[in-house]
């Protein structure tokens, strides 16, 4: 009560400035905390496991690198790392290339054009478990398309890469590139319909065919979209799980296995929790070789 | 924190006061992975068993994964110093959690049961860690069986079973010669590795599966024996029809009961589909041992018990042990599941022929020394052996690896599990 008000406003006043200056930090914070701890901490976590000889459960005893020895000498992480090459590589070059056409092929101003993009785009709408319990159906040979084409009268008719250990790892590429090729398609089309009419309508009168136009002047334009489809394409290959379980359970064999499958395999299937690290260890630094770069070329340019 | 205190002194307090109340019951908390239909039935039988006792049952079912799901909650559970009082767990998984110090010793209930002059001595000691019983068996279960369709045998004029595996690959391919799929199977690993399991008992004969396999014999793992093992195995993928492909071991089964496959080679799971179906043993389907040179490859469920503190539950511990050997309830628990008793004293009548004769071979088994746990069911070996077992058959199968690659590479991997 013997406060003057002067200096009841000049307290506010303070109060109000310091919230003012630490509310961001302190509403971020819980958020940052917990990505210290659960992305971060956890890494670290898996890092120290990977050098320990942890069976069934965490073991604390260092063994330096006889886990990643053991890694690097099992066949089937060979595998894994192969199947893994073949696939991003198949999905990420086929995704953009079935993409890309139908996007062009969309932009013709065709007739029901909204009709045909929604379904193009619908299989995005599907889990990959529902993808690959589909596809599991269609190629396996006494249900799916070997048993169709035979019964339409050509009885020598022969597709059975989903049981063909060596064929295998194409079947998850047809059905990942069937459920996300749509997506790159969308994204082509929202830069197609960005370039502007007048370039393409002064390139025809310059006498440039429309193939031409597309590749020596729209695709250039719309640059920016390769980058951002590849990257989302990237990240959703190297963690790739729920589709192979889904659509060949890592067989016939272990011949589908990728890494995501051979780490949850030895984790949880064989109590095997330090092999199981090293080589999540392994993918965390693949998934940094290409991050990293990408980060650098970005805050770099930003900086510029 | 202090609330938590409270509450456990004064339950402390409440059970000194009411000793009748809490200490004649006893609380135990089951986590098993047995969900479905016969298997829930099973289960009830024991829940029910305990409640008739007076006990309080604390149902933690975790489907998924046959099985991982729920491991992965229990180690999550005795990571927080909280374990359940028993954990469905079979085999050397038992052994594995015994080496943390995480079981608990349940000798006097077994002293005083005599599960010693009961119990196959094979089966007693994968329940016993050091000496002590630390797990009790429910069942037994054998892998080696052959469930034929006698309606598509008859086709092709064969009525007995085959003794040696050269008579079953004359019987195989009479029948595919007659346009009929001879096998029926998955496309689970798993499913392999129990074919590869009653092969290796068969070709090898019950010695030769303990010295390759049990004991990882180097000169086994490698020898001509183990050569032939493969070779028998390469022969039956050409008995299996081409979309095995994500087929399950009970959709393999139904084609036998259907027509589209006239034999499966499974354990006796297998019968209680036949069941659920409305078969009758001997007339819709038959159930013959596998050529296994008088062997009997053993499966056994059993429940492990985990070292939990408060008198309550280790009383509830105590007599769930008691009650899981008793004979009464190994009789329905095993009639609800379709196996047989783990007890080898408990008389089979009410059961059906099937495991009639499975007991009949057992008895056999045991006094000859040809009993081996199984390979497959996770009964014999660690689960980082077992692995590498799986990886090499599984690929060996489905692909056209040849045997004796398949056995150097099987030898290589079992000596980096021996190195690690």
Redesign the interface.
């Known amino acids: 009560m013997d406060r003057t008000a002067p200096e009841r406003i000049r307290r506010r006043f303070v109060i109000g400035n310091l919230l003012e200056r630490w509310l961001p930090k302190l509403v971020v914070s819980p958020l940052f905390a917990a990505s210290l701890v659960f992305v971060y901490g956890f890494i670290a976590w898996t890092i120290y496991i990977s050098f320990t000889?942890s069976?069934?459960?965490?073991d604390y005893t260092l063994v330096g690198l006889?886990q990643y020895l053991?890694l690097w000498?099992?066949?089937?992480w060979y595998v894994a790392l192969q199947n893994l090459l073949v696939f991003s590589s198949l999905f990420i070059g086929g995704c953009m290339i079935v993409g890309m056409l139908l996007a062009i092929l969309l932009d013709q101003r065709i007739r029901a054009e909204g009709a045909i993009r929604t379904i193009y785009l619908y299989p995005m709408a599907l889990s990959f478990i529902v993808t690959g319990t589909a596809w599991?159906w269609i190629?396996?040979?006494?249900?799916g398309i070997e048993t169709f084409v035979r019964g339409l009268g050509y009885p020598d008719f022969s597709f059975?890469w989903?049981?063909d250990?060596h064929f295998a790892i194409y079947t998850v590429v047809i059905a990942g590139v069937w459920q996300s090729s749509g997506y790159v398609m969308a994204l082509f089309l929202a830069g197609l319909r960005s370039v502007d009419d007048e370039i393409v309508r002064a390139a025809a009168i310059d006498g440039a065919g429309p193939v031409r136009t597309y590749a020596t002047i729209i695709l250039p334009i719309v640059r920016p979209v390769f980058l951002s489809a590849i990257i989302v394409l990237a990240h959703i290959s190297i963690k790739s799980y729920d589709l192979v379980v889904a659509l060949?359970?890592g067989?016939?064999?272990?011949?589908t296995d990728l890494p995501a499958t051979f780490m949850y395999?030895?984790a949880?299937?064989?109590?095997?929790l330090g092999l199981a690290a090293a080589s999540a260890v392994m993918m965390l630094m693949t998934v940094m070789a290409i991050i990293v770069p990408y980060l650098y070329s970005e805050l770099r340019g930003r900086r510029r | 924190m202090t609330s938590l205190k409270a509450f456990a002194i004064a339950s402390a307090v409440a059970s000194v006061m009411l000793p009748v109340a809490s200490l004649a019951d006893g609380t135990v908390e089951v986590l098993h992975w047995w969900t479905s239909g016969g298997e829930a039935k099973a289960v009830g039988e024991l829940k029910s068993a305990f409640e008739a006792q007076g006990g309080t049952w604390v149902d933690s079912p975790i489907a998924g994964?046959g099985g991982?799901a729920a491991?992965?909650a229990l180690?999550a559970r005795?990571?927080a110093g909280n374990p359940p009082s028993a954990v469905q767990l079979k085999g050397p998984?038992i052994q594995?959690?015994a080496q943390?110090g995480d079981l608990a010793d349940i000798n006097d209930v077994a002293t005083s049961g005599k599960w010693d002059s009961v119990l196959p001595p094979v089966l007693a000691t994968i329940m016993k860690y050091k000496g002590d019983y630390v797990a009790a068996p429910v069942n037994i279960h054998r892998v080696d069986w052959i469930w034929a369709n006698p309606q598509l045998l008859a086709k092709v004029g064969v009525t007995a079973a085959p003794t040696t595996w050269d008579e079953f690959n004359a019987v195989a391919d009479k029948l595919k010669a007659a346009g009929i799929t001879p096998l029926a199977n998955g496309?689970?690993?798993w499913q392999?590795l129990t074919l590869w399991d009653v092969i290796a008992l068969g070709v090898g004969g019950p010695d030769f599966y303990k010295k390759a396999i049990i004991d990882l014999d180097p000169a086994q793992l490698t020898g001509d024996t183990m050569i032939k093992v493969f070779d028998q195995m390469r022969r039956m993928r050409g008995y299996v029809?081409?979309?095995?492909?994500?087929r399950s071991w009970d959709l393999a089964t139904r084609m036998v009961m259907n027509g589209e496959a006239a034999m499966q080679i499974m354990g006796d799971w297998a019968k209680g589909e036949f069941a659920a179906a409305g078969k009758a043993p001997g007339k819709d389907f038959l159930c013959w041992p596998a050529p296994n040179q008088g062997g009997y490859i053993l499966n056994s469920d059993s429940f492990a018990f985990f070292k939990v503190t408060g008198a309550d539950k280790i009383k509830g511990q105590k007599v769930l042990a008691g009650l899981v050997m008793a004979p009464d309830f190994q009789r329905a628990f095993n009639l609800a599941k379709g196996s047989i008793p783990a007890r080898t004293d408990v008389p089979l009548d009410g059961f059906d022929t099937c495991a009639q004769k499975s007991h009949e071979d057992l008895l056999a088994a045991i006094s000859g020394d040809k009993l081996v746990p199984s390979l497959s069911q996770e009964m014999a070996i660690?689960?980082?052996y077992?692995?590498e077992f799986l990886?090499v058959v599984?690929?060996?199968?489905?692909?056209d690896m040849s045997s004796a690659d398949a056995v150097r590479?099987l030898a290589a991997?079992v000596a980096?599990v021996k190195?690690?």
Request: hydrophobic share 25%; proline share 8%; net charge positive.
């Open positions: 000889k069976g069934v459960l965490p006889s053991r000498s099992t066949p089937r599991k190629l396996n040979p006494t249900l059975d989903l049981v250990p060949t359970g067989g016939p064999g272990y011949a395999a030895y949880f299937q064989r109590s095997e | 994964g991982d491991m992965t180690r005795v990571v998984g594995e959690w943390q496309s689970d690993p392999d029809d081409a979309g095995y492909a994500g660690s689960r980082s077992r692995g990886d599984t690929q060996f199968y489905n692909s590479q991997a980096r190195a690690q």
